[in-house]
Nanobody
Framework: QAQLVESGGGLVQSGGSLRLSCTAS????????IGWFRQAPGKEREFVAA????????KYADSVKGRFIISRDNDKNTLYLQLNSLKPNDTAVYYC???????????????????WGHGTQVTVSS
């Protein structure tokens, strides 16, 4: 059964950094573009970043561009999201997600992704 498991969240002060990981099991991550999303309390889930199968193409939400870096290591079946210069409004549960169709980069909306992890909490204090 395909599973995605996020890790690396925690509590950090404003301006700090975290690195999130997303590990896949039950399928080969290297065939799929992967996205990161986040959901803050009382808000809708929003797109953060996405990366193509081989990592040559990356996409970011404007709110995180220049601060977050998405990367992947297909040999380890793992995806990463480096969070730098964190702000209190980055506080959210962060999810990684994969589409059902291999190779394509989905639209940056939750409905375009089919498989989700359970999320990891990131809390940024001011």
């Amino acid at each position: 059964q395909a599973q995605l498991v996020e890790s690396g969240g925690g509590l950090v002060q404003s301006g700090g950094s975290l690195r999130l990981s997303c590990t896949a099991s039950g399928f080969t991550l290297g065939y799929y573009a992967i996205g990161w999303f986040r959901q803050a309390p009382g808000k809708e889930r929003e797109f953060v970043a996405a990366i193509s199968v081989r990592g040559g193409t990356t996409k970011y939400a404007d709110s995180v561009k220049g601060r977050f870096i998405i990367s992947r290591d297909n040999d380890k079946n793992t995806l990463y999201l480096q969070l730098n210069s964190l702000k209190p409004n980055d506080t959210a549960v962060y999810y990684c997600a994969a589409p059902r169709q291999a190779y394509i980069i989905p639209e940056p909306v939750p409905s375009a992704y089919d498989f989700w992890g359970h999320g990891t909490q990131v809390t940024v204090s001011s």
